[in-house]
């Protein structure tokens, strides 16, 4: 009787090993085909609208068949720059009534935004109060880092290089004007879309319109300082 039941206990220890052996390759089985599974699916692409975003954190903007972005195509990296950058693209994007996308020099808008609304003081040149030469002469300091620009506006009209036409005018190149004077007397810098940034007697750092009829009675003409020439050997075609 006991033998029998050796015997019983065995064959049930061995039924155990041979089931266990059963199920992990089975296991293994489905773990190879999840991993295949999952490598495959590595390599698919999910879009979401006009982004194509691979699961290994890869991104592209091809576009999906049938979908049509309301967003235009630079505007898809905007996620890369800071809500700062952001935020400031938009707000002079909005005063200079152009795409936002156009605000793309951050060191300028930067220091405009610094400055703005800092009052008029003739020969100031400290957030208490600044003129409109000492204005131009810092912002060229910082953002473009010409720093012997002459103090005056007369001066600074004197050592440019003219561009008659206002459509020829781009980013950064100076406007002239002579209020209730011969000499030129005030100077700002040009942005776009007719905009400039100046400090005015009136208003202190802003912004302004070429096309508003007092400036466009005194404006005299647009101008790229010499020293910003040199540095880069073109000159604007008047």
Not at 214 to 234: K, L, N
Request: glycine share 8%; aromatic share 10%; hydrophobic share 35%.
């Amino acid at each position: 009787m006991k033998e029998c039941r050796n015997l019983f206990f065995l064959f049930l220890a061995m039924s155990l090993l041979s089931a266990c052996s059963m199920m992990k390759g089975v296991q293994t089985v489905h773990d190879q085909a999840s991993s295949a599974h999952q490598t495959k699916d590595s390599d698919k692409i999910t879009f979401i609208n006009d982004i194509a975003i691979k699961r290994n954190g890869h991104l592209s903007t091809q576009k999906v068949k049938g979908y049509s972005s309301p967003l235009p195509a630079s505007s898809l990296n905007r996620g890369m720059e800071s809500p700062a950058i952001l935020t400031l693209q938009q707000k002079y994007a909005q005063m200079l009534g152009v795409p936002d996308t156009d605000i793309d020099d951050s060191s300028l808008y930067s220091f405009i935004d610094s400055w703005y609304g800092t009052p008029y003081l003739y020969g100031g040149d400290s957030r208490s109060g600044i003129d409109c030469s000492a204005f131009v002469q810092l912002l060229y300091g910082a953002v473009f880092g010409i720093i012997s620009l002459p103090r005056t506006a007369d001066e600074q009209y004197k050592d440019s290089k003219k561009i008659k036409r206002i459509r020829k005018l781009k980013e950064g190149d100076l406007v002239f004007f002579h209020i209730h004077s011969r000499r030129i007397n005030h100077v700002g810098v040009y942005l776009q879309n007719d905009k400039f940034i100046n400090a005015s007697v009136s208003s202190g750092v802003t912004i302004s319109d070429l096309t508003d009829p007092y400036w466009q009675r005194y404006f005299a003409c647009g101008g790229e300082p010499r020293q910003a020439v040199d540095a880069t050997g073109v000159a604007s075609s008047e």
